[in-house]
């Protein structure tokens, strides 16, 4: 198996490392644009490979397009991160450009390669993947809703007073500030719903830190975060290269599943050897719906600067 991940910075060389840890790629091949610096982070984390125990073999290349030949998986990292005080949408006027070229040049080379879209803003990028390389849309998966799930854990579990190993919560929507649907309502401790433990005020206020939950990490590290993003986007890789059928939220191109169409934003799908093997239609209450319905809007009117 192997995974081409493009961008070596923050978020890619994270990525990479998780996916060497566990241990399921023979291969991993980090591409930068940067001359050298995906040579160097590869280098680095081929030096944990004795330390941490394992097999994967992590290369790195600057622009080498033929070193992706052939691979099952890539994952498209590279553009800018926000600062401080700005919103994933304004970043669209370079990432645009970065993963338009990235898409056709990871696709020329690797004709049957599953994508999974880090870059933001996610969504747009997702649906920008489609249009640039006309794959299947069971091979273009948008990543945000895995990492805003796993944050909405986190501030459950922190509400709860509770192990997050205890807790259960999904993340549906747009990967942007306003556009995240927290499911408060499905979301569980060890199959309770979390609305028996916490009063309706403190399920908000877990919804709305949830929301701004890769805001608040820029403004403590005066960059996005990468640790979580890494640790997400391993989690499908490993979905897709171990052919697991499990349930995550990602961006997918929906064609009238939740009453939407020609947009990628997050839906829970089932993720396999194919990429995304089933679109997995919840039922959703009025106000969940709406929720989704203004998050879609919010997507469409970003996907409109492409
Ligand atoms: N979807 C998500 O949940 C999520 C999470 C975290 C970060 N992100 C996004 O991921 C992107 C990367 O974040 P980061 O923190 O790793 O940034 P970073 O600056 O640390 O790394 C980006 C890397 O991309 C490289 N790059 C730029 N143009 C390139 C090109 N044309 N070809 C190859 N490489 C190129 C840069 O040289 C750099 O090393 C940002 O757009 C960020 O907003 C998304
Ligand atoms: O917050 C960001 O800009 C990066 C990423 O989308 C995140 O949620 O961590």
Redesign the pocket.
């Known amino acids: 198996m192997k995974v081409t991940v493009?961008?070596?910075?923050?978020?890619?060389?994270?990525c990479a490392e998780y996916i060497a840890i566990k241990d399921f790629a023979s291969e991993v091949v980090l591409?930068?644009?940067?001359e050298g610096?995906?040579e160097g982070k590869a280098m680095d984390l081929m030096q944990t490979a004795s330390l941490n125990g394992f097999d994967t073999k992590i290369t790195g290349v600057t622009?080498d397009y033929s070193k992706t030949a052939d691979s099952h998986i890539a994952v498209i990292?590279?553009?800018?991160?926000?600062k401080p005080g700005m919103t994933?949408e304004e970043?669209i006027g370079i990432?645009a450009g970065?993963v338009k070229?990235?898409s056709e040049s990871l696709v020329k080379e690797s004709p049957n390669v599953i994508l999974i879209?880090?870059?933001?803003?996610?969504d747009t990028?997702t649906y920008l993947a489609h249009q640039v390389t006309g794959l299947p849309k069971n091979r273009i998966i948008?990543?945000?809703g895995?990492?805003?799930s796993a944050r909405f854990k986190y501030r459950l579990a922190e509400a709860l007073e509770a192990p997050i190993s205890d807790v259960d919560g999904m993340v549906i929507g747009g990967?942007s500030d306003k556009g995240m649907v927290p499911l408060t309502r499905l979301a569980t401790r060890n199959s309770v719903p979390a609305s028996e433990f916490l009063s309706d005020d403190r399920l908000e206020q877990v919804l709305q830190d949830t929301k701004v939950g890769?805001a608040t990490l820029t403004k403590l590290l005066g960059?996005?975060?990468?640790y979580?993003?890494g640790a997400?986007?391993s989690g499908l890789v490993q979905a897709i290269a171990c052919d697991q059928k499990k349930i995550f939220p990602c961006s997918a191109l929906l064609d009238g599943e939740y009453g939407l169409s020609d947009l990628c934003i997050g839906v829970p799908v089932v993720l396999g050897k194919d990429g995304i093997e089933k679109i997995v239609e919840i039922n959703l209450n009025d106000k969940e719906k709406a929720a989704l319905q203004e998050s879609a809007e919010g997507v469409k009117k970003t996907n409109e600067l492409i």
């Open positions: 493009v961008g070596a910075g923050a978020v890619g060389a994270s591409l930068d644009i940067k610096f995906a622009n990292t590279s553009g800018i991160p926000r994933r970043l990432n970065i070229s990235v879209v880090v870059s933001n803003p996610m990028m948008g990543m945000g895995a990492l805003d990967h890769g960059t996005s975060a990468w979580a993003p997400a986007v």
